[in-house]
């Protein structure tokens, strides 16, 4: 049961992210309030932590791959459309979600994966 509720919690972390970054595309009437700020990191975390502790190990490494690469790609995400922006490609009123989410997917992203990238003998 607590899986299923740190699944939860990550995955709304991940949207919340997720809506950051289409945000300032003008995509779907998307408006970032600050819970969404606060919400990104926080249930990004939360759910990882609470999954980390219910799982069995493999379970846990695989999690934690599995967030990592979808914090990393987040993170890629805002930084192909910053680069897009910059060279004009697209059109933003405001880069600064775009910002947040690169910098923190990207921190978060990287706290994840490089652990698991260290094998054990």
């Given at each position: 049961m607590m899986r299923i509720a740190a699944a939860f919690l990550l995955l709304?972390?991940?949207?919340?992210?997720?809506?950051?970054?289409?945000?300032?595309?003008?995509l779907a009437p998307i408006s970032a309030?600050?819970?969404?700020?606060?919400?990104?990191?926080?249930?990004?975390l939360l759910g990882y932590v609470l999954f980390a502790m219910a799982a069995r190990r493999d379970q846990s490494l695989l999690i934690t791959r599995?967030?990592?690469a979808a914090l990393l790609l987040l993170a890629g995400?805002?930084?192909?459309?910053?680069?897009?922006?910059?060279?004009?490609?697209?059109?933003?009123?405001?880069?600064?979600?775009?910002?947040?989410?690169?910098?923190?997917?990207?921190?978060?992203?990287?706290?994840?994966?490089l652990p698991s990238s260290k094998r054990e003998d």
């Open positions: 709304l972390g991940l949207l919340s992210g997720a809506a950051l970054l289409a945000e300032p595309l003008h309030g600050a819970a969404l700020w606060v919400f990104f990191p926080l249930f990004s599995a967030a990592g995400s805002a930084a192909a459309l910053l680069v897009l922006s910059s060279a004009g490609v697209l059109a933003l009123q405001s880069s600064l979600s775009l910002w947040y989410v690169l910098v923190v997917a990207g921190l978060l992203g990287l706290a994840a994966a």
